[in-house]
């Protein structure tokens, strides 16, 4: 992310950019690595700090939020807090577009033309890939007891054959091994 931090009557110190960078922070964790570039306009008038913060987004995305305050740290905290609000706005609309279903015209067209014993089946997600390492029996039976997986995928190294060790619901381990 590329910040411009600009000052109007304010000396930017080393202080105040580790604050304005400490706030942008906790931002780039909500957005996951979404933001293109930061502008941060500090301006003191009289007694009071304000703040101007924008954020440009992927996807044409703008978020702004100017506040003033006593303080740098309370007028920073409170710009931050709104551009939070819109960040965490925009972040659910993209979830929702992800998720999104089919069109209701297209799923009746899909029902007609199913049966009733397709329309039973379970959906079949991929979770993830799965690394198969060549391990023993007891060594895989304590990866499991360690981790927080309820299962693992190993290759049987006395065997060569790919196995699975699972936890049961009585807390036992159970093992899958392929016939031979």
Same mark, same amino acid.
């Given at each position: ?13 080393? $202080? ?12 780039? +964790? ?27 987004? +992927? ?24 551009? %939070?609000?819109? $960040? ?10 992800? +998720? ?13 033309d199913t049966t009733a014993e397709e329309a039973v089946r379970p959906r079949i997600v991929r979770a993830s890939r799965y690394h198969v390492k060549p391990l023993a029996?007891?060594? %895989? ?15 049987? %190294?006395?065997?060569? %054959? ?15 091994e392929p016939e031979r």
């Amino acid at each position: 992310m590329r910040l411009e931090l600009t000052g109007r009557n304010v000396e930017i110190t080393p $202080a105040l950019r580790a604050l304005v960078d400490r706030k942008l922070a906790k931002l780039t +964790r909500v957005m996951n690595d979404a933001i293109i570039s930061a502008q941060v306009v500090l301006t003191q008038q009289k007694y009071r700090h304000v703040t101007d913060m924008s954020l440009h987004l +992927r996807g044409d995305h703008v978020l702004a939020g100017k506040t003033s305050g006593e303080t740098w740290t309370d007028s920073i905290g409170r710009a931050t807090e709104k551009v %939070a609000q819109q $960040a965490t706005r925009v972040k659910g609309k993209w979830g929702e577009r992800k +998720r999104r279903a089919t069109p209701g015209r297209a799923l009746t067209a899909l029902a007609a033309d199913t049966t009733a014993e397709e329309a039973v089946r379970p959906r079949i997600v991929r979770a993830s890939r799965y690394h198969v390492k060549p391990l023993a029996v007891h060594d %895989a039976a304590a990866e499991v007891e360690a981790g927080t997986d309820g299962f693992l995928v190993f290759r049987n %190294a006395e065997t060569g %054959a790919i196995n699975v060790l699972y936890r049961r619901k009585n807390g036992d381990l159970g093992l899958i091994e392929p016939e031979r």
